[in-house]
């Protein structure tokens, strides 16, 4: 038997058996629930850090503790394996991306293992597999079938150094940079293919099955951005032209006094005078120039150009000037806006400075009839308004927003409704008069999918010159990425130079003069779906597929699905965690789920950084590799100084002396229990006569209660470094209670507390939990083992109630724990105000403490 703590043996040893073994397999069994614990893949970069592991270890600690509550417990692991870095690997050093891919992922998975994390390897899914991106493929013709996949010739942010158009997610910072490279970005028009996830925009605003953190849910509604008010038209005042312009605040309409066009508004040209021509053209293009972060920044000041045309102000036929200017975007809304300068600072800092009319519209309770110096943006009453004059707004709250406490505020009504309150009034009537309707915009743009690169799932579809766009058949799928390609950076996908790939016959009318769509998917197309994939990744392979299938095997999906508990990072929250819920939506849509929602819980965790507080990287040189420090302190130090050393939901700098705390930890249990273990053995009798006493087991029994109730509630709100100085105070109580009583160890008590030590160890230190389990003659596994419950009423601290005197007086009384601390005890005698009081401010001469009964101030 092994003295000494040794990791590297004993985490060896119980890998080998838990994978001979199948400990770790998931099994659909009907007779247990479920627990679908999920957390985010790597992408196989090859340069695994000690932060892949700091989201991995806590996940699999909860999954772990789930399953010893007698969930039976799907963790699943996987590798994002298309993208960018595989291809700048092969451009850079002539590896092909695949062999590059794939002896990445050979090594992170041996890394992966070294943990001893509780993945099911059986299900691994590698998203770069044929096996799984047909699915990826199908996927595709199927949102193409729902008129959900769509292509369009568009403007898309494009990098110049990694030659491939960005998604808006993937384009950074101020300065517009590349999300890889930083190399800022340039606008280029180029045919797209495009998922309409605007469909689903109302229904991605409601988050009322889901319970994930609150952050979440508002970055979600931001960018989606949903803002109701209505569309209205105007008409130039020469041609007729009508230019549609969405507005929130309609009631306000009778205060546009000039109106706004993107300079890239396709009227500008046509509608532009003569004489501003030269002075527009100029403006245009300096405009278009810059980045649209430039043009929205808040603090530029506002420019533009009056076109010489006018437009008709549909409400009061009131003749409007027709302005052009940089802060008004093409891109957004309809390209035009109608100002009100009176109800809008940026509206009024632009009349100022172009000399333009600033009537009154909506008046504040105290308004002296005079003309505003700056905009009034709150709720009021409608003056200059027609027929509306009078009439209450709410500005920007909602009906359901307004309070009797706001209508005192604004002296206004505190029962509105649809048909008093101007918004809405002034859109009924807009309706009823044929120039406007009630309208609803995002902020949200539709997904766009397409990437001019080669390490990507290409995506199933053929132009024919007569058919158009053709899907390609069900049956024909996957289409496979060829490997014998040329990689140049020519800002072009490689298919498009491959000729065997490129030219292909017309599924639908035979024609040898088709070619293959040579754009691949963005990668978050794959990852929108791999939970899906882990209920059975080798599902119908190498079976043709069919447009009725079912990308995943139905037996396991009904019983796993959906998620339970998903755990990653919040940098996700607009991208990955919302393309997997319109890909869910879409799903479900499609008939193939019955829920909605991919992921009922959700926690995110923080970021662990270099101990320069930067951000890990190799370039830094700041990288801690994990295959290090295990090797030096074994795979359960590590798990556990991940977990102790910072508060799982925030991260931090790591700390390479911090992780020596939890080694000794880790040593002292491990001597702990190895002498329960060999007084088990009979190696060793307790010396020492009598019996404990009844107030030592009571407190035996209370600190093994109070360890179970803590690190239950700890694990169960992710609070992993509490878990573990729960478990450090726990070992620390086991080693006082038998320091004081070394009969103890003697009564049944003990050995219960010892083996409670040991399961409450066992999710977050897997191995040095097994191999003590086995030493005290337990079981295996210690992982199929049921979670300790606790008892309040043992858990209880024992209180006594103690007098405190002033000079021999009985002043007052408290109640304490019988195993007060002097110190605390006396402190808190000081502290009650019956000894204040006889105090008076002086310090007490003497403070004599006599344990369970009194305390005893002297003041002279
Ligand atoms: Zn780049
Ligand atoms: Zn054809």
Known sequence: MSEKYNPQVIEQKWQQKWAADGLNRAVVDKTKEKHYAMTMYPYPSGDLHIGHWYPMAPSDTRARWMR??????????????????????AIKRG??????????????????????????????????????????????????????????????????????????????????????????????ELNQWFFKITAYADQLLDFSHLNWPERVHAMQKNWIGRSEGAEVIFKTEVGGHEIPIFTTRPDTLWGATFMVLAPEHPLVAELTSAAQRAEVETYVTQATRQTEIDRLATDKEKTGVFIGAYAINPVNNERISIW?????????????????PSGDERD??????????????????????????????????????????????????????WTPELAEQYSLPANLNLETEARHAVTRWLEQQGIGKFAVTYRLRDWLISRQRYWGCPIPMITCPTCGIVSVPYEDLPVELPEDVQFMPTGESPLKFHEGFRHVKCPQCGSENAERETDTMDTFMCSSWYQYAYMDPHWKDGQPLSRNDIPFNPNEGNYW??????????????????????????????????FDEPMNALFNQGIILGDDREKMSKSRGNVVSPDDLVQAYGADTVRGYLMFGFRWDQGGPWDSKGILGVQRFLERVWDLVMSEARRRGGEQRSRGAGEASAAQLR????????????????????????????????????????????????????????????????????????????????????????????????????????????????????????????EEAKAKALA?????????????????????????????
Request: charged residues 20%; proline residues 6%; negative net charge.
């Open 348 to 401: 009024f800092a632009f009349a100022q400075k172009y000399n333009l009319p600033i009537p009154v519209v909506v008046a504040p309770k105290d308004w002296d009839g005079q003309p505003f110096i700056e905009a009034y943006t709150e709720p009021g009453r409608l003056v200059n308004s027609g027929l509306f004059n009078g009439y209450a707004t709410i500005g920007k709250y909602s009906l359901d927003e």
């Open 699 to 822: 407190n035996l029994r209370r600190k093994q209660h109070q360890a179970i109730r803590r690190v239950t509630k700890d694990i169960e709100d992710f609070s992993f470094n509490t878990m573990v100085a729960g478990l450090m105070e726990y070992t620390n109580a086991l080693s006082a209670a038998r320091a004081a009583a070394p009969t103890l160890v003697n009564h049944p008590a003990w050995a219960e507390a010892i083996r409670t030590l040991v399961l409450l160890l066992a999710p977050g230190f897997p191995h040095i939990a097994e191999e003590l389990w086995a030493q005290l003659g337990q079981p295996y596994s210690v992982h199929q083992q049921s979670w300790p419950t606790w008892d309040e009423e043992l858990a209880k601290e024992d209180v006594v109630e103690i007098a405190v005197q002033v000079n021999g007086k009985v002043r007052d009384k408290i109640e304490v724990p019988t195993e007060i601390a002097e």
């Open 68 to 89: 010893m509550k007698g969930y039976n417990v799907l963790f699943p692991m996987g590798f994002d394996s298309f993208g960018l870095p595989a291809e700048n690997a």
């Open 324 to 340: 052009i200017a940089d802060y008004v975007l093409m891109t957004y809304g309809t390209g035009a806006i109608m100002a009100v």
């Open 832 to 860: 009650t105000d019956g000894v204040q009081r006889y105090l008076e401010g002086k310090t007490p001469a003497k403070v004599i403490y006599v344990s369970g009964r009194l305390v005893n101030i002297v003041v002279k």
């Open 561 to 594: 699905l959906p998620v339970d508990q998903y755990t990653g990072g919040i940098e996700h929250a607009t991208m990955h965690l919302l393309y997997t819920r319109f890909f869910t939506k879409a799903m479900h849509d499609m008939g193939l789920v019955p």
């Open 95 to 188: 590896i092909h991306p695949k062999a590059w891919t794939y002896a990445n992922i050979e090594r992170m998975r041996g890394q992966l293992r070294s943990m001893g994390p509780m993945f099911d390897w059986e299900r691994e899914v590698i998203t770069s597999d044929p096996s799984y991106y047909k699915w990826s493929q199908w996927f595709f013709l199927k949102l193409y079938d729902m008129g959900l996949a769509y292509k369009t010739l568009s403007p898309v942010d494009f990098c110049p150094h990694c030659n491939t158009t960005l998604a808006r997610e993937q384009v950074w910072g101020e300065d517009r940079h590349c999300e890889r490279c930083g190399t800022p970005v340039i606008k280029k």
